[in-house]
């Protein structure tokens, strides 16, 4: 079966006694990573069974079970694992560059309160009554409550698998869990539905339906100019509110993608149509060379849209194709003519060789969802092959 990976988060709600546990543990856990990670980085980082033979007694005797002694080290191994493809892939610039030779000289280290992973063994999960029960260095907490919406406890119950991190942000603590959800069989779609992605209008479908940006664009510039104000003044109450802002506008541009992709991809499954995109890199691309929109949104919202149609499309069978964006702004959905002048304004589509007149993101939108269709067909024709 193929599931799609998700991760779903709940927020912890300890009693005093058990907050004191739980942040202990992560002090405890990684101080000792940090430890570990100088192990690791004497020894030329080895392979994890070397690194647990010089480690792991140790870990026992400072009070880590043998699981959470396992997970410490691997996490640390892991740290490792991904800073070296970092450095292969060029992220961390040429040999010689500052960050670089600053990453390679000196150990990994962890934040006092960065994620620690939690199997099965070290934590398990009470649905019903809402609560966990985890291991921490002041011995297994039992019936810690947590809260998440309606719809990430289903998900939880019926999809949860393998790890889980446990983490703390601003005094609070948080499970992320993973979860497997398996995908529909994809339908047979009658006829696509395009989606176009856009500043003004964040997205406009073929079939009419149209999410404006202004809402979210208005938000993020009264959030801009609070967040303004914040940095002057220097004070650490300043700061924590600044963060707090930010985090709060994450959250808020997260549920209107949800919203929308929901909207999108419930009509498509409606009408039995698929979805039309265009590229996630070419929106990505596409926004970053408008001129400079300090107030608009940024980039990754778009992103994030598209990988919540993608995963929700996916859930509900519904068929998805990407498409090549050039030229759908500048093209006549009516007849076919390209040019650039037909798109007179943000809004208005005039077609300057057969006259018709149309909203501009429409006008993309239908494009984008013939191009699905021939990518579609294409594509079934190579999966089918023909029969003499
Ligand atoms: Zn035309």
Redesign the pocket.
């Known amino acids: 079966m193929v599931v799609v990976k998700i991760v779903t988060q709940v927020k912890l709600m300890p009693d005093a006694e058990q907050a004191a546990a739980l942040s202990a543990t992560l002090r405890a856990v990684n101080a000792l990573a940090c430890w570990v990670s100088e192990v690791a980085f004497t020894h030329g980082m080895p392979r994890e069974y070397e690194l647990r033979k010089h480690t792991y007694s140790r870990l026992k005797a400072e009070g880590l079970g043998a699981q959470a002694a396992q997970h410490t080290i691997k996490k640390v191994r892991d740290a490792y694992t991904t800073l070296r493809a970092n450095i292969r892939a060029g992220n961390l610039g040429t040999p010689k560059s500052k960050r670089r030779r600053k990453a390679e000289s000196k150990p990994i280290t962890f934040r006092p309160n960065a994620a620690q992973p939690y199997d099965d063994r070290c934590l398990s999960w009470q649905h019903d009554q809402q609560t966990v029960s985890i291991w921490t260095t002041d011995g297994r907490l039992k019936g810690v409550r947590f809260v998440c919406s309606a719809h990430a406890l289903k998900v939880l119950q019926q999809y949860r698998k393998g790890e889980s991190d446990l983490i703390e942000r601003d005094g609070v603590f948080y499970l992320i869990a993973t979860c497997e959800v398996p995908e529909a069989e994809t339908y047979e779609p009658d006829g696509f539905i395009g989606v176009d992605l856009g500043i003004v209008n964040i997205a406009t479908t073929s079939t009419g339906y149209q999410a404006a940006g202004r809402a979210l664009n208005r938000y993020r510039k009264r959030q801009l100019a609070l967040r303004a104000k914040l940095q002057k003044k220097r004070t650490k109450s300043a700061r924590r509110r600044l963060k707090e802002r930010s985090r709060r506008e994450t959250r808020h541009v997260k549920n209107t993608n949800h919203s929308i992709a929901k909207t999108i991809v419930t009509e498509a499954e409606r009408t039995s149509a698929g979805i039309s995109l265009e590229e996630l890199k070419g929106i990505r691309q596409r926004v970053r060379l408008r001129k400079p929109q300090r107030v608009a949104l940024h980039s990754w919202a778009f992103a994030q849209l598209g990988e919540f149609i993608v995963y929700k499309a996916k859930r509900a069978g519904v068929p998805l194709v990407f498409v090549d964006p050039a030229y759908t702004s500048q093209t ?6 390209v040019d650039k002048r ?1 798109r007179v304004d943000q809004q208005l589509f005039i ?6 007149v149309v909203h501009a993101d429409r006008n993309a939108s239908h494009n984008i969802a013939t191009r699905g269709e021939s990518v579609w067909n294409a594509g079934r024709e190579s999966r089918v092959p023909a029969t003499r």
């Open positions: 006549c959905a009516e007849c076919g003519h037909n077609c300057r060789g057969c006259g018709v």
